[in-house]
């Protein structure tokens, strides 16, 4: 494409531009150049990044909802004004299978051939007030996912484009694992859904998109999953006294995703599960590449649960209600990056909804990644005026925290737990006990 020298002196928010740059008669570049959404306050940071080389059709790397979480999560000192991705030009216009080993992770060349180029794609306001000329940082994306293999690229009409992948992923030095994951395109960087997978013949791993895998649903992986499930301790009592009666307790789970968390509660507590999802297309993955089922114990809507939640709560009857409501809901806005529950659950209407379909000693439990601590704070505050009390796990990764809130004073449910309370011990014995004495109580 021709471009004007002067196109890129200034910021333009949400500008998303892409071009090619010749490197020979065989080889391009894709340059694609993205300004912030946001208005910077002070000097404009700009910064550059390498595309791993294999991964260039990856919708982190080729769409433009990719480019601004990259953007957005940089970890440069200050928000970045503009983000520069270079990499090699794709071979495909849908993700890939890919094997890092097989590519040179030096961006060395790279950086020597876009050099000059990086100068002309600095906005003048970067420039410093002595003239001289700012240093772009360079980055380099790394993760922990060392081959790929893409079992289904499909689409739903709530979602969109999905993908299905298997990843071999290096945990540590020399351990690794497989495991199966769900990514939308509108978020691409976030992992939906992530299940643990074992091979069925460890002898024939060379052929990454011929090994066949079983699911290992014993575990999640999922970081924020077992804190989650570690909320419901807090009505452990109660819990423990609805299985000594003879009932299963219910569980309302608002986003299935891949179904993990539906498939842990029902096997691995005993719960009855209603889950809800608003997209069918995701609904018909979970069971086709996650394993879920759908049968008298977990019952699946495609509903949008927000709704359905609003809904019921109208007409909901004592002996229909829930024993504990499981919120693990994202924003679908790239522009607000990723971020969980989405704005729309935070209304009192909603809240005040929640806490009627659940029963009087109900807890709700929220999966958070807040964009920004006032989104925090207002949903903190938001949930004191409805709930009893309210309880904080901080799952340690520097992203989540899950917000657990009870209809009912509990007081400390953890101190005076019986020893023959055999839920509790069931809890402790799936989910890691660090999570249980994490709890924080915050209301």
Same mark, same amino acid.
């Not at 059709?57 to 928000?79: E, K, N, R, V, Y």
């Not at 520069?84 to 216009?93: A, F, M, R």
């Given at each position: ?74 970890? &440069?000192? !200050? ?31 790279? !950086? ?52 299905? /992948? ?70 452990? =009592? ?5 299985? =000594? ?40 993955? &979970? ?11 977990? =019952? ?34 790239? &522009? ?19 806490? /009627? ?47 657990? &809130? ?38």
């Amino acid at each position: 494409m021709s471009l004007s020298p002067s196109t890129f002196e200034t910021i333009v928010p949400s500008r998303y531009t892409t071009f090619t740059l010749p490197i020979n008669h065989h080889h391009h570049l894709r340059i694609a150049v993205l300004d912030s959404p946001s208005t910077a306050t002070g000097a404009d940071a700009i910064a550059a990044m390498s595309v791993p080389h294999g991964r260039e059709s990856d919708w982190i790397f080729s769409t433009f909802s990719g480019h601004l979480q990259l953007l957005l999560s940089s970890p &440069a000192a !200050q928000p970045l004004s503009r983000l520069i991705l270079i990499g090699k030009t794709p071979s495909h216009p849908n993700p890939t299978s890919y094997n890092t080993s097989l590519y040179s992770s030096s961006p060395n060349h790279l !950086q020597q051939i876009i050099d000059n180029l990086l100068l002309d794609l600095t906005p003048k306001s970067a420039f410093l007030d002595n003239g001289e000329t700012p240093e772009v940082p360079f980055f380099i994306y790394e993760d922990d996912v060392v081959r790929s293999s893409i079992l289904e690229i499909c689409e739903g009409p709530c979602v969109g484009e999905m993908l299905i /992948e298997n990843v071999e992923l290096e945990i540590s030095d020399g351990v690794k694992e497989f495991r199966r994951r769900l990514r939308f395109k509108r978020m691409p960087n976030f992992v939906q859904t992530e299940v643990k997978i074992r091979p069925k013949n460890v002898s024939s791993l060379e052929d990454f998109d011929n090994v066949e895998f079983e699911l290992d649903k014993g575990v999640l992986v999922h970081q924020y999953l077992s804190p989650m499930v570690a909320g419901v301790s807090v009505i452990s =009592r109660f819990l423990e006294g609805r299985t =000594r009666n003879g009932f299963r307790p219910i569980a309302l789970c608002l986003g299935v995703g891949g179904g993990a968390l539906l498939g842990f509660l029902s096997v691995q507590l005993n719960f009855e599960v209603v889950g809800l999802e608003e997209d069918e297309v995701v609904l018909d993955v &979970a069971k086709r590449y996650f394993g879920l089922e759908s049968d008298e114990l977990i =019952r699946l809507f495609a509903e949008d649960g927000i709704k359905y939640v609003e809904n019921l709560a109208k007409s909901i009857t004592q002996d229909c209600k829930f024993d504990v409501v499981m919120v693990d809901l994202d924003s679908s806005d790239a &522009a607000v990056g990723v971020c969980a529950p989405p704005v729309e659950f935070v209304r009192k209407s909603v809240l005040v909804a929640a806490r /009627e379909v659940l029963c009087d000693e109900g807890v709700l439990v929220i999966n958070t990644i807040p964009s920004n601590k006032s989104f925090y704070e207002r949903l903190i505050s938001e949930l004191k005026e409805v709930f009893e009390e309210l309880y904080e796990i901080d799952v340690g990764n520097g992203d989540n925290f899950v917000l657990i &809130a009870t209809k009912s004073k509990v007081g400390n449910p953890l101190d005076d737990a019986y020893e023959e309370d055999t839920f509790l011990k069931k809890l402790k014995q799936v989910v890691s006990t660090s999570y249980i004495d994490s709890i924080k109580k915050i209301l």
